[in-house]
């Protein structure tokens, strides 16, 4: 792999993994809840979704589900539904309670995890990262699945970067909305950054 094609690749990326996006969104609402170690760790639900991804692109499987219209349809039409959920069900949560941060026992860590891999698998535009962003930086007269390989971790390395900022961010953040009706305005602002991801997803198009 060509040196300085990688030192392009990094700030490019990291542009990506710090894109306000739905997951970023949800490490914020997670560590506003449950604390930043818990919004971290199950950000690892995100990182195992990707990984995927990126092995099905190394495989050149990924150019195959974005290519078929009617995969293409159902993922993006199920990534939609799930955003609508969990923008419901922050719209409805309760902020009446006193001002302290959540057990994790009482949701889950795995629970919250499993809510970050659906969410990052739901999106059909993770799959076109994988399948024309990464690709622009493959020598294709060396080792593709070993560039690949460096690439992709490269990649989680930065997405976890972005989810530990972001829950940090959400940490920050639960310190200003201690009150319950900041509280509601901050969990249905989200919910409506949700929703509005969720649009957008059932609009897009594969370009």
């Not at 199920?78 to 955003?83: D, E, K, M, T, V």
Request: charged share 15%; proline share 3%.
């Amino acid at each position: 792999m060509d040196f300085i094609a990688f030192l392009i690749f990094i700030p490019a990326c990291f542009a990506l993994n710090m894109s306000p996006g739905p997951n970023n969104l949800l490490s914020m609402s997670n560590a506003k809840r449950y604390g930043l170690k818990v919004a971290v760790a199950a950000g690892l639900g995100r990182l195992t979704a990707f990984a995927g991804m990126i092995m099905l692109a190394a495989s050149g499987l990924a150019v195959i589900l974005y290519a078929s219209e009617k995969i293409f349809f159902t993922i993006k039409v199920a990534g939609a539904c799930y955003l609508f959920w969990l923008a419901y069900k922050l719209w409805v949560a309760d902020t009446s309670g006193a001002d302290e941060q959540i057990s994790a026992d009482s949701k889950g860590i795995l629970s919250l995890a499993r809510q970050e891999f659906l969410l990052a698998a739901g999106n059909p535009k993770a799959i076109l990262i994988f399948t024309a962003f990464l690709p622009q930086f493959i020598n294709p007269d060396g080792q593709i699945g070993f560039q690949f390989f460096i690439l992709g971790s490269a990649f989680l390395v930065l997405e976890w970067i972005a989810i530990a900022a972001y829950a940090c961010f959400g940490v920050y953040l639960r310190k200003w909305f201690s009150a319950p009706q900041k509280r509601k305005l901050f969990n249905r602002g989200c919910s409506a950054m949700l929703a509005s991801a969720g649009v957008g997803l059932l609009v897009a198009r594969r370009g």
